[in-house]
């Protein structure tokens, strides 16, 4: 078979490692021929690809980033988007089947052209670990190792000045990041969209930290919102706080802790340190295993399956499975947590 593969949606690390998988697994087992698009959904409509071999894809396990380039096109908008467009491109190049690399919305694209006829199949991918269907997607080991690195260093300066730090990390809708990141660095709250906090306990945590003579380190999703804003929001900074615009939750919360509790506060956002560089020994395993198992569902016409991790198998579940909602955080794990915050 020759088949298209497309990295899709915001990069994550792993990402390379899935190609190489893919097309070692797909040379060696079933003498399949492989073609990457470019720039994703993007790629697609434009008939834009490049070819693939087993050599172009030596070493590329441990390399961060995609080499094919990444988009968030919608392959149902523009003049050759939309499932006809691009069945007579696949039809035209002989290309038989496509495997989608992305998060939600790539894979809901890839569902509904799957609907339309093409023959697809999905590897879900997110550093934030938010697609259902899978335990862990590859990318989130590494951010979670970027975060706690980061929580640690800013630890150290947090207590040589007796400051009160906030650290963001990535997480729009989900808050596994900053559950895990700071469950491992010791933070002594993490704050979660899941888990809606009042500025009351946030401070009380802030407190009860600072009176043991400790400098307190916050774990803080780029998606959290305060409970009870109306009653809360004492201070004019907090106005903002629930604003459409994704980041800068800890840059807003910090001067308002420092007005209401008198600790000096600061915050660092780490934004897109959390996709960028190597994947970890972990991610890098499980993309490859990701990556291969995808061309075992295309050769046996899985189509419209997403491969996914299950305990430590590779599975294969519908792509509808993974999109029919998100992976939060139970109550339970974010209570387990708590115990420890203060
Ligand atoms: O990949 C998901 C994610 O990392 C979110 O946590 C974050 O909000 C978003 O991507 C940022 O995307 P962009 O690179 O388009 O700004």
């Known amino acids: ?116 006829g093409i023959n697809i199949v999905g590897v879900p991918k997110t550093i934030d670990n938010d697609l259902a269907g899978t335990d862990y997607s590859f990318g989130f080991d590494t951010a979670v190792e970027i975060a706690t690195e980061a929580i640690d260093r800013v630890r150290t300066t947090a207590e040589s000045h007796q400051r009160c730090i906030l650290v963001e990390v990535m997480g729009r809708h989900v808050g596994w990041i900053a559950l895990h990141s700071g469950m491992a660095a010791g933070a002594h709250a993490i704050l979660i969209p899941e888990q809606p906090t009042s500025f009351d306990q946030i401070c009380e945590w802030v407190e009860s930290v600072r009176d ?25 900074g907090l106005d903002a706080f629930n604003r459409p615009r994704l980041g800068g939750i800890a840059e807003i919360l910090a001067p308002e802790i420092e007005a209401r509790t008198g600790i000096e506060s600061r915050s660092v956002a780490l934004g897109h340190l959390q996709r960028g560089g190597v994947p970890s020994a972990y991610d890098r395993v499980l993309a490859t295993r990701l990556g291969m198992h995808a061309v075992d569902a295309v050769e046996a016409g899985q189509w419209g399956t997403m491969v996914a991790l299950r305990g430590t198998d590779i599975v294969h579940v519908t792509i509808a499975e993974a999109t029919g909602g998100l992976n939060r955080v139970p109550d339970e794990r974010y209570e387990e947590a708590a115990v420890l915050f203060g």
Not at 106 to 113: E, G, N, S
Not at 219 to 225: K, L, N
Request: proline fraction near 3%; include cysteine.
């Open 212 to 236: 043991r003579g400790r400098a307190p380190v916050l774990a803080v999703s780029e998606g959290f919102r305060l409970s009870n804003m109306d009653q809360e929001h004492s201070h004019k």
């Open 1 to 116: 078979m020759k088949i298209g593969i497309l990295t899709s949606g915001g990069d994550c690390p792993g990402l390379n490692a899935v190609i190489r998988g893919a097309v070692l697994k797909g040379d060696r087992a079933y003498s399949s021929s492989f073609v990457g698009f470019r720039y994703g959904w993007r790629g697609v409509v434009n008939g834009d690809f490049v070819d693939l071999n087993r050599h172009d894809v030596r070493g590329l396990s441990r390399q961060g980033g995609t080499i094919l380039g990444s988009s968030r096109t919608n392959p149902f908008e523009g003049e050759n988007g939309g499932p006809e467009n691009i069945k007579r491109m696949l039809a035209e190049n002989g290309i038989d089947a496509v495997i989608a690399i992305g998060g939600e919305g790539t894979l809901t694209a890839a569902r509904r052209l799957s609907d339309e």
